[in-house]
């Protein structure tokens, strides 16, 4: 997919939540999520304290015509839940090929709502994506089984840098195959 085609991102309906393009309102409670060192340390990118801005930042990012990087807010207000639960993304590789990624609220784990977020996105599959990455930070077994059981098999250990613990964390990666 040509960067010229990324305009419009679906709102995608799933059983207890929408996942939907990130607005400038989601920025509070957002930052207030992200702000806790739980969220920050399960993420590469995340920084902890988060700075003034970067969700601000983040949403402007994820509203750019010339994104590569698709971003939704899992919400649960028209269910009873949350207005945010927590985001998903996929990021675009080359040869058809997107990597995933996500988290949720800490007010929110062990709901199934991560496994769901993630299923639903497959399901969709907005990039037409052949083949979708992830990786867990080994430390995290939890975050390691939404994976399987969306589906996902395990590739291979490695290791990616996590901007809140300002260090080189040991990662599972894991792919799917998408079938048509």
Same mark, same amino acid.
């Given at each position: 997919m040509m960067h010229e085609e990324i305009i419009i991102q679906d709102t995608i309906s799933a059983e207890r939540f929408v996942l939907r393009p990130c607005r400038k309102?989601?920025?509070?409670?957002? %930052? *207030? /999520? #992200?702000?806790?060192?739980? !969220?920050?340390?399960? +993420? &590469?990118? *995340? =920084?902890? =304290?988060l700075p003034p801005g970067a969700v601000e930042a983040m949403i402007e990012r994820a509203n750019h015509k010339d994104r590569t990087e698709d971003i939704w807010v899992i919400d649960g207000s028209s269910f009873g839940h949350a207005e945010a639960l927590g985001l998903i993304s996929l990021d675009r590789m080359d040869r058809q090929q997107s990597e995933i @990624?996500?988290?949720?609220?800490p007010a929110f784990w062990n709901t199934g709502f991560a496994t769901e977020? !993630?299923? $639903?996105?497959?399901?969709?599959?907005?990039?037409?994506?052949?083949?979708? @990455?992830?990786? %867990? @930070?080994q430390d995290n077994p939890q975050s390691a089984r939404v994976l399987t059981n969306a589906g996902f098999d395990y590739l291979?250990?490695?290791? #990616? /840098?996590? !901007?809140? &613990?300002?260090? $080189? !964390? =040991?990662?599972? +990666?894991? $792919?799917?195959?998408? $079938?048509?």
């Open positions: 309102s989601d920025a509070g409670l957002i %930052a *207030m /999520y #992200a702000g806790d060192d739980r !969220v920050a340390r399960g +993420t &590469r990118a *995340m =920084p902890h =304290p @990624f996500y988290w949720i609220a977020a !993630v299923r $639903t996105l497959i399901a969709h599959n907005p990039h037409r994506a052949e083949r979708i @990455f992830a990786e %867990a @930070f291979g250990d490695a290791e #990616a /840098y996590s !901007v809140a &613990r300002q260090a $080189t !964390v =040991p990662t599972w +990666t894991y $792919t799917l195959k998408i $079938t048509p």
